[in-house]
């Protein structure tokens, strides 16, 4: 089934608008016609709103509300992705990944050992791309909400608004052994917030390393190999999907 996502405000009652540019996807890509059903959300309240089609318009889709799922699709805790800034296009799919794993938020990060930079519009520029991809991506895995990507914070900016979650994770080359990280990740609990820290190519230097554990954030291990920056992020997000949906 086809889940589109739409502001509060165009759900009222049994009567829900999709407006924009899913109008023109559900009318000339989908050719979707009136009685066929669809899902939305409202990236909101966590529900899916399972409607009917009822009208097809140039400028909207008029649906019929039939029934709410408040089936829990989201994992129970909010993991946010603190991603060091890799080069090339590698972000739009570290985000786009990273939605379908279920992470809540995606803050960018400049480190010292960041090669791209960005300012000013070429920043707003990017951050609206990997937004869009984020809503796609949410859309694509039939998330109950749009995770928000965040405008780009230095390490500093990022530890400081990272600390105050309950959980601060940051994998490093040169951390304590599996048997750490298996102990910090089986702590992990519904209803917590979770930062991940991952480095971008190069990963972290010894003293940003010092910087977050001073406040709180746990250096871990990934295991023996080297991994890129954006298999880092995968695979750390997995771990904990893997830990929290087995708890619930």
Known sequence: MHHFFVEPGQIKGKQITITGKDVNHIAHVLRMKPGEELSVSNGVDGKEYRCQIACVTEGEVQCKLRFIKEDGLELPARIS???GLPKGDKMELIIQKAVELGVFEI?????????VRLEGRREAAKISRWQSIAEAAAAQS????IPQVHPVLSLKEAVAHAQHMDCGLIPY??????????????????GQRVAVMIGPEGGFEEEEIELAAAAGIRPI???????????????????????????A
Do not use: D, H, N
């Open 81 to 83: 992705l603190f991603q």
């Open 107 to 115: 803050v960018p990060m400049s480190t010292k050992r960041t090669v």
């Open 142 to 145: 039939r998330r109950r909400i």
């Open 173 to 190: 080359e040169l951390a304590e052994g599996m048997g750490r990280t298996r102990e910090l990740l089986s702590g992990l609990r519904p």
């Open 221 to 247: 291990t990934m295991g023996r190999r080297i991994l890129r920056t954006e298999t880092a992020g995968f695979t750390m997000l997995a771990w904990i999907m893997y830990q929290l949906e087995a708890e």
